[in-house]
């Protein structure tokens, strides 16, 4: 499969900004999994930057663990990505050191632990261009 170009690095993505919990939140909600709007950004719990961080952290955690999106094949020892990683490696190098060091943070224990223990690659996954059209 052709992979499109890199999405627009804008001004309205923050570009060089550590802002990938808004970059993945965004993607989920273009997804259908996270309900963006009044209700999800003002939850009750510890002010709002407060809640919404830890909002942001929910989005990545179910976003990395979404199969669909991101898995780990153990048989090839390889992490198969969203592309998204791949688009914005810089901000998840930024958060974490390393794209693997990112998923393996908002992974499940299991697959954090494969993580931990060596990833011999990185695959990305075909995006989903059609959702574009919504």
């Known amino acids: 499969m052709i992979d499109r170009a890199t999405p627009d690095r ?9 802002n990938w919990k808004a970059r993945a939140a965004f993607a989920l909600a273009v997804v259908g999994l996270l309900a ?3 209700a999800w950004a003002f939850r009750s719990g510890g002010g709002v930057a407060t809640a919404l961080d830890r ?3 929910e989005a990545a955690r179910s976003f990395v663990r979404d199969h669909a ?8 020892r ?13 901000d998840f190098e930024r958060a974490a050191g390393s794209v ?14 494969e993580i931990r223990s060596g990833v ?7 995006y989903d261009w059609s959702l574009n059209g919504v």
């Open 120 to 126: 011999d690659g990185v695959e990305y996954l075909a």
């Open 78 to 90: 390889t992490l198969a990505l969203s592309p998204i990683f791949k688009w914005f490696h810089e």
């Open 10 to 18: 804008s001004p309205c993505w923050g570009y060089g900004e550590p």
């Open 100 to 113: 693997t060091a990112f998923v393996g943070r908002y992974a499940d224990a299991a697959t954090a632990a």
């Open 55 to 57: 909002q942001l952290d």
């Open 36 to 38: 963006l709007g009044t």
């Open 69 to 76: 999106r991101n898995h780990f094949d153990a048989a090839k």
